[in-house]
T-cell receptor, first 111, second 112 residues
Framework: TQLLEQSPQFLSIQEGENLTVYCNSS?????LQWYRQEPGEGPVLLVT?????EVKKLKRLTFQFGDARKDSSLHITAAQPGDTGLYLC???????????FGGGTRLMVKP | EPEVTQTPSHQVTQMGQEVILRCVPI?????FYWYRQILGQKVEFLVS????????KSEIFDDQFSVERPDGSNFTLKIRSTKLEDSAMYFC??????????FGPGTRLTVT
């Protein structure tokens, strides 16, 4: 069974601060995705990383896939209250037919 | 923009009753999934479906669960005899290729 551990589980910061969320596993994933989920809604895809060492940027968000494809990080620069939400990482198994989710990081950005 | 839709948004049922949760995936997508999320817990994979058959299922997806694509648009999850612990948000997702999954808004199932 593939597991993804996210840390921290909760993060409360002030507007303007930077933060990093980690997603770690002992398993290799063919690709890894980051989602954001609002209360009562389904996860919304932010980015997919496929290649070991890959870095993708989405405005103030920077996503990195570990060289061994076992871990990933999400870095937010100059966080804003609109970034508040639940961030989820999820990885595909090698067959590509099963997505395993991490437990999520609940971020609160205070104005 | 195309989206995955789910009905109903909220279903309340009594323990032991059968429920059918419905999903309309994005029209040109080929792979379909069901996930559940118990309140405060992580999103859990239930089953994936491709070419009219189950391609992968988790330990949660026992004999009480079944999936069906009865026509060209709907994708359903049936729970034959609901238990209290089946109370959760159930999300349907679909993809065209094996990368970006698009999730529906979910159905909140409450078993009393």
């Amino acid at each position: 069974t593939q597991l993804l551990e996210q840390s921290p589980q909760f993060l409360s910061i002030q507007e303007g601060e930077n933060l990093t969320v980690y997603c770690n596993s002992s398993s290799v994933f063919s690709s890894l995705q980051w989602y954001r989920q609002e209360p009562g809604e389904g996860p919304v895809l932010l980015v997919t990383v496929v290649t070991g060492g890959e870095v993708k940027k989405l405005k103030r968000l920077t996503f990195q896939f570990g060289d061994a494809r076992k871990d990933s990080s999400l870095h937010i620069t100059a966080a804003q209250p609109g970034d508040t939400g639940l961030y989820l990482c999820a990885g595909y198994n090698n067959a590509g037919n099963m997505l395993t989710f991490g437990g999520g990081t609940r971020l609160m950005v205070k104005p | 923009e195309p989206e995955v839709t789910q009905t109903p948004s909220h279903q309340v049922t009594q323990m032991g009753q059968e429920v059918i949760l419905r999903c309309v995936p994005i029209s040109n997508h080929l792979y379909f999934y069901w996930y559940r999320q118990i309140l405060g817990q992580k999103v859990e994979f239930l089953v994936s479906f491709y070419n009219n058959e189950i391609s992968e299922k988790s330990e949660i997806f026992d004999d009480q669960f079944s999936v069906e694509r009865p026509d060209g648009s709907n994708f359903t999850l049936k729970i034959r005899s609901t238990k209290l612990e089946d109370s959760a948000m159930y999300f349907c997702a679909s993809i065209q290729t094996r990368s970006e999954q698009y999730f529906g808004p979910g159905t909140r199932l409450t078993v009393t």
